[in-house]
């Protein structure tokens, strides 16, 4: 009889288990499947916001505005693609990482790679005066040692970016995702390992010592209005 209840006992704790592991597993579906879509949702409001900067840099090269009066437009656009950034961003630090994911990243940094495109020609064909900062970083299992040298040049740049608010934007894009462009462009930077950090086009930096001379290669507001 003791027997008998032991296994019955024992049968009852498994089914128990069964029923919980189901529930957790469903609800884990679930919680990831909105989580995705609502990164999704983050995505396009990113590609709407920059396919709305390749829209404004085609009518504003056919206005007869100053390149100031453009580059203030230009600015006001990318504050809003740069809300829709930290939004995805803090999905991004705070979820464990997944092929969905890691997908939607790719497009993500795509659109970050057309956006420097943009700033890039506008600079050569308008003679824009913005500083571009491109922060190539890890973003594949970083080790605890490259997650603090990332963290630190992160910082860094943030601090820059709040000191300059008016003559930079900064722009970051995971390295280690195979982006064919991205490739292309790091081989024409000469950039092998990350990260790194690109200005205007010109100065390859890596590490915080080597950030702390950033300064030299910007174009500041004296200059922008002289």
């Known amino acids: 009889m003791v027997t008998l209840f032991n296994k019955l006992v024992f049968l009852e704790a498994i089914l128990i288990a069964v029923f919980l592991l189901g ?4 609800f884990g579906t ?10 999704s949702d983050l995505y396009y409001d990113y590609e ?8 404004s840099f085609d009518i504003l090269n056919n206005h007869n505005l100053s390149c100031k009066e453009k580059s203030k437009v230009v ?18 630090n705070s979820n464990k990482i ?16 057309l956006l420097w495109e943009n700033y890039i020609n506008q600079k050569k064909n308008c003679g824009l005066k913005i500083n571009t900062i491109v922060y190539l970083y890890k973003y594949r299992n970083p080790s605890i040692v ?15 970016d709040n000191k300059y608010p008016d003559d930079i934007v900064l722009i970051p894009i995971a390295a280690d995702l195979d982006i064919k ?24 930096l890596k590490g915080i010592d080597e950030l702390k001379n950033s300064e030299q290669y910007l174009v500041l507001n004296n200059e922008l209005n002289s």
């Open 23 to 26: 529930v957790g597993l469903l």
């Open 30 to 39: 679930y919680y990831e499947n909105n989580r995705v879509s609502a990164i």
């Open 48 to 55: 709407i916001s920059v396919s709305d900067i390749g829209y």
């Open 75 to 92: 600015y006001d656009l990318n504050e809003e693609v740069y809300k829709t950034a930290v939004k995805l961003e803090k999905y991004d």
């Open 98 to 113: 997944t092929p969905d994911l890691i997908n939607l990243h790719k497009r993500y940094d795509l659109l970050r790679i």
């Open 146 to 160: 490259t997650k603090g040298i990332q963290g630190g040049i992160s910082n860094y740049l943030v601090d820059l």
């Open 181 to 204: 462009s991205l490739d292309l462009l790091m081989e024409f930077y000469n950039i092998t390992d990350y990260p790194s950090v690109i200005i205007n086009e010109k100065a390859v």
